[in-house]
């Protein structure tokens, strides 16, 4: 006993979508582990330039449009400036 050959073709098809689909996902999902990675890295750079930055500078904070600084109080530095998290020495 078969089914019908055109309702064969219909599940074969099926198939073929779904198992095209989960590879591109595959794909997508290493696509984004390898950008997570690299984000890190990136987060990382950040981190170490702020670091040599405050040891030039002191805790201030940087107008990131002309490169201006204003000192952060100490304060600032134990509540946060206006009790929002925001990356210390950046405005």
Not at 20 to 30: D, P, Q, S, T
Not at 73 to 81: D, H, M, N
Request: aromatic share 4%.
């Amino acid at each position: 006993m078969k089914i019908k050959q055109d309702q064969l073709k219909k599940i074969q098809d099926q198939q073929a979508s779904v198992s095209k689909i989960l590879n591109e996902v595959g794909y997508l999902e290493a696509n984004k582990h390898g950008l997570l990675h690299e984000l890190a890295g990136v987060n990382e750079s950040i981190e170490q330039f702020k670091q040599k930055l405050e040891k030039e500078y002191g805790a201030v904070n940087i107008n990131l449009e002309d490169g201006t600084y204003t000192e952060i109080k100490k304060e600032e530095l134990k509540a946060g400036s206006d009790g929002d998290e925001k990356i210390k020495g950046v405005v």
